[in-house]
C-alpha cells in the first residue's frame, strides 16, 4: 500500500452541497495529517491540519480522522465555485517530511 | 504568517544549461528547507532536504550532481538542475516548516517554478 492514497476523481458537487473527501494511509505514515488546496498551477495551501482521532471544524471545513481504520476525511459544507481544486492530502512518515497523496480534484458546479 | 518566497516562478531554457531557483524565507529563518517537484497530475514528490551549513539529504533516486542544492544562509536555499533535459521540465516548489527548525509539522510553500526546458 502506497503510504497515503486518495481517489484521484474527479469529484463534482453542485454549488451548495457538501463536498465529502476521503483518504486513506499506511501504517508508515504517523498520525498527523493535513489537508492542502491546490489551485491549477500554483503551490499548495494549507487547509486543515488534525492530529487527534475525531473531527476538527474551522468555518466551512471538517477534517475527521479514524486511527483504527487509518483514514481521514475533508468535508467542505456550502460548496463554492471557488472551492474547485486539487485537495492533497498529507502525512507525516517517519524523518521524512510530508508524504503527499495523489490529490483528489473536486470541481464545484454552478 | 510564514512567507516563503520563491524565484523565478517560470523558466524557460534550452536543453544542456543550467537554471537555478531561489527559495527565500521573509520573516523567519529557516534551518531546514524541503524542495519538491510536481509533474503534470502527479502528487509532490519530495526530491531533497536542504540544511544550513550542511550537505542536503537527496531522497533516492534523485541525483544529487545533476540538482545542486546549496543552504547558505538561515533564509535562503537555491536549487540549481544543471544540463537540463525536457524530462527535467517540472514545476518545483520549495517549503519550509513554519518554526523555521528540522521538525516537519506544517509546511509553508513558495509559489512554485516552472521550469520548462526545450
Known amino acids: 500500500q502506497k503510504e497515503v492514497e486518495q481517489n484521484s476523481g474527479p469529484l463534482s458537487v453542485p454549488e451548495g452541497a457538501i463536498a465529502s473527501l476521503n483518504c486513506t494511509y499506511s501504517d508508515r505514515v504517523s498520525q498527523s495529517f493535513f489537508w492542502y488546496r491546490q489551485y491549477s498551477g500554483k503551490s499548495p495551501e494549507l487547509i486543515m491540519s488534525i492530529y487527534s482521532n475525531g473531527d476538527k471544524e474551522d468555518g466551512r471545513f471538517t477534517a475527521q480522522l479514524n486511527k483504527a481504520s487509518q483514514y481521514v476525511s475533508l468535508l467542505i459544507r456550502d460548496s463554492q465555485p471557488s472551492d474547485s481544486a486539487t485537495y492533497l492530502c498529507a502525512g507525516i512518515s517517519g524523518n521524512t517530511p510530508l508524504v503527499f497523496g495523489k490529490g483528489t480534484r473536486l470541481s464545484v458546479i454552478a | 504568517g510564514a512567507v516563503v518566497s520563491q524565484h523565478p516562478s517560470r523558466v524557460i531554457c534550452k536543453s544542456g544549461t543550467s537554471v537555478k531557483i531561489e527559495c527565500r524565507s521573509l520573516?523567519?529563518?529557516?534551518?531546514?528547507m524541503f524542495w519538491y517537484r510536481q509533474f503534470p497530475k502527479q502528487s509532490l514528490m519530495l526530491m531533497a532536504t536542504s540544511n544550513e551549513g550542511s550537505k542536503a539529504t537527496y531522497e533516492q533516486g534523485v541525483e544529487k550532481d545533476k540538482f545542486l542544492i546549496n543552504h547558505a544562509s538561515l533564509t535562503l536555499s537555491t536549487l540549481t538542475v544543471t544540463s537540463a533535459h525536457p524530462e527535467d521540465s517540472s514545476f518545483y516548489i520549495c517549503s519550509a516548516p513554519e518554526g523555521g527548525g528540522s521538525g516537519a509539522n506544517v509546511l509553508t510553500f513558495g509559489a512554485g517554478s516552472r521550469l520548462t526546458v526545450l
Open positions: 520573516d523567519f529563518q529557516a534551518t531546514t
